[in-house]
Every structure is written in C-alpha cells, then in structure tokens.
C-alpha cells in the first residue's frame, strides 16, 4: 500500500565503497526525485525524471547515477563513497500537468546513509 | 538563481497560534508550498498557494502575497503534535520544488 518505497532504510557503509538505493511508486506519477537532506535538514534536489527521461540534475558529484528503468522506478547508484555522503536520501514522485510539476510531491520514508 | 527565507526556529505554547513567515526570491513561478516534516520522518504536503490570498485546511491557514513575494504558514490551536520541521517550497521552472532551510516548531504545555 506504501506510495513510495525506498531500501534500504538503514544503511551503514564504509569509505570506498559503492551502494545502490532503489525507489519504487504506486501512484501512477510520471515524475519521480530525488532529494538529499544533510545534517541541518536542509532539502536539496539531486535528480529529477520525467517518464524515464532526465529533466534536472543538479551540481552533484557524478559520483552519484540515477537510473530509471521505467516511469515507476528512480533508483540512485553512488560509487566511491566519501564521509560527506552521509544523509537521510529522499525519493519522491509527483505528477506533471501542463509541462509543469504539480506541487504535491510524495517522499519516500528516506533511506539514512552513513558512511564510516 | 533562486532563494527562500523563512526563520530557523519558533517557540510555542499549545492552544497558541504561531505563524511562520517565508521569503522568497525566484526566476519563475509556479505557487508556494507547504511541507510538514516530524523527526525521523518523511515531509508531507500541507498547502498550496498559486494564487495570491489565504487558504484554509482545518487548523493550518497558508497566505500568499506574490507581489511581495511573500507567504507564511499559520498554524492555530497549536497540539503537542504539531512540533516538527515547515518547509516552504518553490517551483522555479515547473520541475521540481526548492525547499526553504526550515523552520523548527517547538510546541510545549
């Protein structure tokens, strides 16, 4: 039933390394995100994909690759993995009407990234 | 570019009525939103402006002045529940929001 899911929840990592989040949304959007939110909770866009097509990509290191194998799933590779990395990463969908984003955007419950 | 400003913290007694004020400075313009985030949680849509005038959902009144570039969030009958992160939120160029840096709500009995 859950709108947007994204796993892992919870994911503790070391320095290096590379992981893989996935997102999935029910909602039958066309517009899916995704969003980073530091320490001092601020939200910043990453990514966003309009029907499996990249629209924004934010000044991210290109450390960070989003894949969308269909309109319903976003996921966020990150290769390499730096202490800076660690966040709470969010997902989020929303439809897009008229060429323009709806402004009710659905987050996923966040996946905490912790990189030691 | 674009920015919004909106205070970093507010205090408040239950029963209160706070307000929560938010600037902002953007090359388009597509509404002002809303966004409630608890701890550990996920932010959660509360209201939209496209229009310029207050808009009403139960306890939670947003008002949107564009020629100001202005809105704020007004929040009555102020519950212990209540305490959690607002955001304001822009939509420069119809794609994706841009959040302000939040505001803490800290409701107390």
Same mark, same amino acid.
């Given at each position: 039933d859950t709108a947007v899911s994204q796993t892992p929840k919870y994911l503790v990592t070391q320095m290096g390394n590379d992981k893989s989040i996935k997102c999935e949304q %029910? $909602?039958?959007?066309d517009t899916m995100y995704w969003y980073k939110q530091d320490s001092k909770k601020f939200l910043k866009i990453m990514f966003s994909y309009n029907n499996k097509e990249l629209i924004i990509n934010e000044t991210?290191? %290109?450390r960070f690759s989003p894949k969308s194998p269909d309109k319903a799933h976003l996921n966020l590779h990150i290769n390499s $993995?730096? $202490?800076?990395?660690s966040a709470v990463y969010f997902c989020a969908s929303s439809r897009m009407v008229g060429g323009a984003t709806r402004n009710t955007i659905y987050f996923g419950e966040g996946s905490w990234l912790t990189v030691v | 570019g674009q920015s919004l400003e909106q205070p970093s913290e507010v205090t408040a007694v239950e029963g209160a009525i706070v307000q929560i004020n938010c600037t902002y400075q953007t090359s388009g313009f597509y509404g002002l939103s809303w966004y409630q985030q608890h701890d550990g949680g996920a932010p959660t849509f509360l209201s939209y402006n496209a229009l310029d005038g207050l808009e009403e959902t139960g306890r939670f009144s947003s008002f949107l002045s564009r020629s100001d570039s202005y809105g704020y969030l007004l929040l009555q009958e102020?519950?212990?529940?209540?305490?959690a992160s607002y955001f304001c939120a822009v939509s420069p160029a119809g794609t994706a929001l841009i959040f302000g840096k939040g505001t803490t709500l800290s409701v107390s009995s």
């Open positions: %029910n $909602l039958g959007h991210v290191p %290109n $993995l730096e $202490l800076g990395d | 102020l519950q212990m529940k209540d305490s």
